[in-house]
């Protein structure tokens, strides 16, 4: 079965980096384009990024833009998102989620437990 | 960026009810929009694909429906183990956006 295990959370200070990871199993990773999504402490919902199945394509939100970097190992079966410069708004669940092509669009079909990012002083 | 809205924004229901929810996209996403419940401390979890296609494994009483603009999220009949908060999602285009999220609890 898909398995999506996010990991590389924890405390920061503002401005500084950390690298998160999502290790993947029970699918053809480099099949599929991956997703990061966050949610702050009780908040809802918010998408990062995308990288397509073979790390050619790249979006980010306008929040990260130019600050965060999605990447992928398909060697590895791992996800990667690097994230420099943090700002205190950073502070959130991090999720990576695996999408699934339909009808010529894809949406996020399997999602990691998550693992949280805290950007504090 | 395409805007999500839902409403309610929360409510509260009984075992055995019938709830709707009710998504609304800012511009027509045909029917490029998902469903998801989250329960506390717990990943987001896929119920509904193109508007209206249940995920494998999901149980009969979700069903959603709409296109365009306008879509709605309906669980048939209110079980235990569907207190939880809702988000819809467009999948249109980038960047993707959810919805604030719609809470279901206990009357």
């Known amino acids: 079965q898909v398995q999506l295990v996010e990991s590389g959370g924890g405390v920061v200070q503002p401005g500084k980096s950390l690298r998160l990871s999502c290790a993947a199993s029970?699918?053809?990773?480099?099949?599929?384009?991956m997703h990061w999504v966050r949610q702050a402490p009780g908040k809802g919902l918010e998408w990062v990024a995308i990288?397509?199945?073979?790390?050619?394509?790249?979006y980010y939100a306008d929040s990260v833009k130019g600050r965060f970097t999605i990447s992928r190992d398909n060697s590895k079966n791992t996800l990667y998102l690097q994230m420099n410069s943090l700002r205190a708004e950073d502070t959130a669940v991090y999720y990576c989620?695996?999408?699934?092509?339909?009808?010529?669009?894809?949406?996020?079909?399997?999602w990691g437990q998550g693992t949280l990012a805290t950007v504090s002083s | 960026d395409i805007q999500m809205t839902q409403s309610p924004s929360s409510l509260s229901a009984s075992v055995g009810d019938r709830v709707t929810i009710t998504c609304r996209a800012s511009q027509g996403i045909s029917n490029y929009l998902a469903w998801f419940q989250q329960k506390p401390g717990k990943a987001p979890k896929s119920l509904i694909y193109a508007a209206s296609s249940l995920q494998s494994g999901v149980p009969s009483q979700f069903s959603g429906s709409g296109s365009g603009t306008d879509f709605t999220l309906t669980i048939s009949s209110l079980q235990p183990e569907d207190f939880a908060t809702y988000y819809c999602?467009?999948?249109?285009?980038?960047?993707?956006?959810f919805g604030p999220g719609t809470k279901v609890d206990i009357k």
């Open positions: 029970g699918f053809t990773f480099n099949s599929y384009g």
């Open positions: 999602q467009q999948y249109k285009s980038y960047p993707f956006t």
């Open positions: 989620a695996k999408e699934h092509y339909y009808d010529s669009s894809a949406y996020l079909e399997y």
């Open positions: 990288i397509s199945y073979d790390g050619s394509d790249k």
